[in-house]
């Protein structure tokens, strides 16, 4: 390996291993000695690298906020209306949360209780993509009458929080299955008819006309 | 006043105090001396009460489940159908919530990154309300045709956790107004025609026949 290569593995490996003892012991009780021996370097190399705990967690952050901008924006095919391109982006966001240890960190330390990366604000950023979805969504007569987008914009921006807080403790919570019991839930009374008719919804989420009997919890 | 009287009432000072400290900087970072004097009295005094942090952090967790669930348990007349009770429980959890520094300290306690009171879980006995509010509102044939339960029971969880958790940094999330914004979007699928009809709704909460406008964010 190339010790530029090099150089940028044992970076990444840092920031995944910070990610862990963030999610693990939150920001104050993570201590630098353990993530750079979970990463399997020196702590000389991990200053190298980053001079103190708050640039690393600014750079997990700052990750976190490019996974979730891609997932989000990949979503959907861009030939896709509005609401669909709602439903697909908070489906990605969700898996990304559920999958990647970074992107969990990164997401936990913009929304707590103040970021290490000054500007960065990735919940608001999020819930911008929604107001502008359902604005979009509205402009092209997707809405149901009588229904409010803000009304909507206010509980799916709460939803959405409530799936991803409850997932750091339970990850079943950001599962397709959870988030789908949501927009199954919503998107009747959301969507018109003809709008609700022509989404093609993830498994699991086949348009609500019938009973869907008991699947548990 | 009685000694007794004023024992009782400096130990509600500490409580109040406790959770306006733990509020502000976090359990971790909270400081007994801080919280004495807060409350205008001596650590020796605060220890004759509580001999650690805690046991302030357990008693406030304790009195939140208590204004709690005296809350939920008020909201709405027990002859009120169940749909009813629910809509009236979320509005009284919020209001408590959103007024009360106490309830809002413990219930973050419970909720996070481990509760300082054994078996005392305010998030779990929450969701187990509404679990149960629906079921009995299902029995009795107030949700509409091809509606879950399950799925509604989960996306009223998850909504209510994301008002609880954006109200923190941003208490407008807590207002009856925001929170009527959930109900006004979902109660029309939620409920059979004749059930929402027969709502009696707060303020703000009329039933949602005709377009709201645009009142904002």
Redesign the interface.
């Known amino acids: 390996m190339m010790k530029q290569e090099r150089a940028a593995r044992t970076r990444q490996l840092l920031i995944r291993s910070a990610a862990e003892a963030f999610e693990r012991h939150?920001f104050?009780?993570a201590r630098l000695a353990d993530i750079s021996s979970s990463a399997g370097v020196s702590t000389g190399a991990l200053h190298f690298h980053f001079p103190n705990k708050d640039a690393l967690a600014s750079t997990v952050e700052t990750t976190a906020a490019e996974v979730l901008r891609r997932a989000a924006g990949s979503a959907g095919q861009p030939e896709a209306n509005a609401l669909q391109r709602l439903v697909g982006a908070s489906h990605a966001l969700a898996d990304r949360l559920h999958q990647d240890v970074v992107a969990r960190a990164g997401f936990r330390l913009s929304c707590g209780?103040g970021s290490h990366h000054p500007g960065l604000d990735l919940r608001g950023e999020w819930f911008e993509c929604i107001?502008h979805l359902l604005t979009e969504a509205d402009d092209d007569n997707l809405l149901a009458?009588?229904?409010?987008r803000?009304?909507?914009?206010?509980?799916i921006?709460?939803?959405?929080?409530?799936?991803e807080?409850?997932g750091r403790t339970d990850p079943a919570?950001l599962s397709s299955t959870?988030l789908s019991?949501?927009w199954?839930?919503?998107l009747?009374?959301?969507a018109t008819t003809e709008a609700l008719a022509a989404l093609d919804l993830p498994a699991g989420e086949s348009r609500?006309?019938?009973?869907?009997?008991?699947?548990?919890?």
Chains 1, 2 share one sequence.
């Open positions: 939150g104050t009780r209780e107001r009458e009588g229904v409010s803000q009304d909507a914009a206010a509980s921006a709460a939803a959405t929080t409530g799936f807080v409850l919570w959870s019991r949501f199954r839930l919503v009747p009374r959301l609500p006309t019938a009973s869907y009997g008991d699947f548990g919890k």
